[in-house]
């Protein structure tokens, strides 16, 4: 919980939400605090099913099987969920996840998200490439990756700074 900083009382933010394991959250946030288990995705509290104008997910793990999870989650508490059907100009909940850049294809075939350009870096050694990708246009992150989603692979990722 390292950087994790309660908000000054009477600062708690309305409409924000935070799925969380962890039950220090709940300490540290307990307006906002949601008790979540990414294994059960669907256990979503009823009135905020369709709820959220804006969903973020950074899940704790990067294999596929967590991703899917999670994403089923984002679409259970979107107020307009995104559909495959969907025509590439239609509405729908803006939606940011941050995950390795290995999971592109699946994030770009199974939820229609894009990768960006942003680098997210780490005070830490911590060399796992990350990327965040959106199923919107952002100027503050940057037009979309052109790049071929089946090859990414973390090898192609840029070697993390020197310390």
Not at 33 to 52: I, M
Not at 63 to 89: G, I, K, Y
Not at 93 to 114: E, I, K, Y
Request: charged residues 20%.
């Amino acid at each position: 919980m390292n950087g994790m900083m309660a908000l000054p009382q009477g600062q708690q933010r309305s409409g924000v939400h935070i799925f969380e394991y962890d039950a220090r959250f709940g300490k540290a946030y307990p307006v906002q605090f949601v008790q979540y288990d990414y294994n059960h995705p669907l256990d979503v509290p009823e009135h905020l099913r369709g709820a959220c104008d804006y969903v973020l997910a950074d899940p704790p793990y990067l294999n596929p099987q967590c991703v899917t999870e999670f994403f089923q989650t984002m679409q259970l508490l979107a107020r307009v969920p995104w559909s495959a059907d969907a025509a590439p100009d239609a509405e729908v909940t803006p939606m940011m996840f941050v995950t390795s850049p290995r999971n592109h294809a699946q994030l770009l075939r199974d939820m229609g998200m894009r990768r960006t350009p942003f680098q997210v870096k780490f005070q830490s050694k911590f060399a796992t490439p990350i990327a965040i990708f959106l199923n919107y246009r952002s100027t503050r992150l940057g037009d979309f990756v052109h790049e071929d989603p089946e090859s990414e692979d973390e090898a192609e990722a840029p070697p993390p700074e020197p310390a």
